[in-house]
């Protein structure tokens, strides 16, 4: 099984800055693309941002240009690094990895998310 935790959210206002970070533990054999999504009241989870194990990147177009996601692959941690916020930034974020645990079985999994509230 494999562990994700997030942390970073918090309050902020419009045209502010957060970090979020992702940790993955348990027992990893492999990590493969890790990414992060958002869920705003009301509304269905999407995708934010993606990053592969061998560092390519694919963003949300509302995110393009304010959020750069980045990992260090000898922490096993995802970052999101979010600038320029908007109020319609606010939502609980959650951390996704496709990962191979030690017995060699793959799966997806899911931090508990963190919430991010951008006030106007």
């Known amino acids: 099984q494999v562990q994700l935790v997030e942390s970073g959210g918090g309050l902020v206002q419009a045209g502010g800055s957060l970090r979020l970070s992702c940790a993955a533990s348990?027992?990893?054999?492999?990590?493969?693309?890790m990414g992060w999504y958002r869920q705003a009241p009301g509304k269905q989870r999407e995708l934010v941002a993606t990053?592969?194990?061998?560092?390519?990147?694919n963003y949300a177009d509302s995110v393009k240009g304010r959020f750069t996601i980045s990992r260090d692959n000898a922490k096993n941690t995802v970052y999101l690094q979010m600038s320029d916020l908007k109020p319609e930034d606010t939502a609980v974020y959650y951390c996704?990895?496709?990962?191979?645990?030690?017995?060699?079985?793959?799966?997806?999994?899911w931090g508990q998310g963190t919430q991010v509230t951008v006030s106007s």
């Open positions: 996704r990895t496709t990962a191979r645990s030690s017995d060699y079985t793959t799966n997806d999994y």
């Open positions: 990053i592969t194990d061998s560092g390519r990147t």
């Open positions: 348990g027992s990893i054999f492999s990590l493969y693309t």
